[in-house]
């Protein structure tokens, strides 16, 4: 038991004399009985009972002896300290199993707890309240539950090797497919459940599927469709363990009204007490240059921005261009500067750009405000220490695309001008007119949010979304894959 060598514990113990916590000369006590609930319960958390000394209990708990009693109070307090830790704040230390997290959460007082334990009679309430109250967590709990119901079941079976099945078509693994989309809850209407055609309803079942796993909405059972219908339940069961890890790595306070953008699902949402008040498609950074997991405070706003272009882009991305085409840098509106106290302007021309050093490049580079700035005609900034923004972008079609893991690291935004508006107050018609006002002024301004505003930036590949839907994404970072061996399903 190396959690009772925790100094808050061992004092704890010395101030109250070493009187027992969980009985009295009566017998067992009622909040010992509310912790073992719990305790057993830790499942419904994604947590595993045997972590907090269950089957120790067993031992003692019907035990009379001193020896005994004394035994099993220790054991009731580690199993508290432990509990409580893990339904709080998580776990695992964030950081340490994923270097991409940076959003901080305050510890879990375990001293404060342990005196609030000691003046109750019943502790179910407190325990009730460890646990992130998000919508978000409640709601991915739940799904928990349900797909450990459907593993139990038998889960479903996998669809081998075939062709693209799509609608009007007949093949033996028709069946199969719905029975595989019922088990989810994709297939709601099936009027022929035998037929090996595959109709209307099977087709709108798949889409229903594609759109909740992130997928081209087509109807069509593709390759990558089939891939996703063969993970098995216990991996989804496993996908969701990990995330109701991280929401517990977040703070229980993420206030009134916040910005959180899911990284995996390429999203933005404004939350004003609980309910989602604006969303719109995001694009995030390539997997190579992945955007970090964190939190900030979005307080200033740029109408037309400069972009001054990171060295490593300017080096990876922008002097290629250049090289191909000798325009490059003048149709893009990008000025090169030399010093940054009294910066001269370098006509690109007179640069041999093939001979540039990369360890003592002596120039930078900044786009001009204009339609073609790679920010777009907004840029949102929060404090953090990544060079992480939000901001617009010219290339409006890339929202299309269904995987938008295309930009250097910073969040691209579809609305700009909607986001504003709300940012600013509360999203009026008449808001979003005075935003395009300042924008065709065409001058760069600064404008300061009369309230700044938290956002947070997460990396969910399992959660529910605000039509009660369950949703499953790819782990496009490869952030799971350093969680998965940790959790067993």
Known sequence: MQDLKKSYVLKFYRERKYKPLWSNEKGRLDRAYDLLQFI???????????????????????????GESVQLDLLLSAALYRYSSDVYSGRLIANDLDPDWHIKNKPLNVSRLFADVSGKSSIAKLLKELPPQHAGYQSLKQQLHNFRELAQQGGWQRLGWGPVLERGMQHEQVVPLRRRLKLTGDLAVDPFPDMDMFDRWLEEAVMHYQARHGLEVDGKVGPQTRRSLNVMVNDRIRQIRINLERWRWLPRKLGNRYVMVNMTGFELYIMENGSVVLDMPVIIGKSYRSTP????????????????????????????RQLRDASYLSRKSIKVYRGWENPKAVDPKTVDWRKIDPDRFPYWMRQ????????????FLFSNPYEVYLHGTPDKHLFERVVRALSSGCIRVKDPVRLAAFLLNDGTLQMEEEVLANIHLGSNQGVTLPIAVPIYLVYWTAWVDQDGKMNFRDDIYKRDTRLNELFDS
């Open 293 to 320: 997991t964190f939190s900030g405070l979005i307080s200033y706003m740029e109408y037309n921005p400069y972009w001054t272009i990171p060295k490593r882009l300017v080096l990876e991305d922008i002097i290629p």
């Open 40 to 66: 057993i319960r830790a499942k419904d958390e994604g947590l595993d009972p045997a972590d907090y000394y269950f089957e120790e209990f067993n031992k003692y708990w019907d035990s009379t002896g001193l």
């Open 368 to 379: 001009d405000p204009g339609p073609e700035n790679a920010l777009g005609r907004i840029k």
